[in-house]
């Protein structure tokens, strides 16, 4: 899934369009302060073109690795020609959709970030299988930051009815047996949550 505005969302289904996370996300900002560290492996579910994922490839460095994981092939063609220009050995671009099994080894993943992604799954109603095969991948004590809009009105980002709230996602979380750690600020118009297998 790209991410992106989701625009429409009648019969389960929306698309992505408008601002990208890159216009409002300090995403070195936020990475910091979920506390990625050298060395680990990250899963971007739901990477679009990479802004996440670039920042993580930075923090990790060249002894971790970020699978960037996306059902988009354009967005990650343009990660792939980022990764060429830009010489960003150490991260992994994925095709492979958040609603089906995914492609990632059991226990394999230190960090899994969802940047606006977690919203459009629990309107297709496919969040449940996406978290627990998110749960799948995590190393135990492994953690998952989910970075949402905040549910207020603005003129871009998806419709507010269909926002999540802090509660929102802790309530999505916890049946994959992900325990809220903290939340906090992800910016102006986003928060964060952190969770821990």
């Not at 343009?78 to 050995?89: A, C, E, S, V």
């Not at 995914?102 to 969802?114: F, H, I, T």
């Amino acid at each position: 899934m790209a991410l992106g505005v989701p625009m429409a969302h009648e019969g389960g289904h929306h698309s992505h369009a408008g601002k990208s996370s890159r216009d409002f996300l300090d995403a070195g900002k936020v990475l910091r302060e979920i506390g990625l560290s050298a060395g680990q492996v990250v899963l971007d579910a739901g990477s679009g073109s990479g802004h996440f994922a670039k920042a993580a490839a930075a923090v990790v460095g060249p002894s971790g690795t970020v699978w960037a994981l996306d059902s988009d092939q354009p967005s990650l063609d343009q990660l792939t020609r980022d990764i060429f220009t830009n010489g960003l050995k150490n991260i992994r671009p994925l095709l492979a959709d958040l609603g089906e099994p995914l492609p990632v080894k059991d226990a394999s993943v230190d960090l899994c970030v969802m940047v606006n992604v977690l919203h459009g799954l629990a309107v297709e109603g496919t969040a449940p299988a996406a978290l627990n095969e998110i749960a799948r991948v995590l190393k135990p004590c492994g953690r998952l930051a989910v970075v949402e809009f905040k549910k207020m009105a603005m003129d871009f980002g998806p419709p507010l009815d269909i926002r999540l709230d802090a509660g929102d996602v802790e309530r999505l979380a916890a049946p994959a047996g992900l325990k809220k750690e903290r939340t906090f600020e992800a910016g102006q118009y986003s928060h964060a949550a952190v969770f821990r297998k």
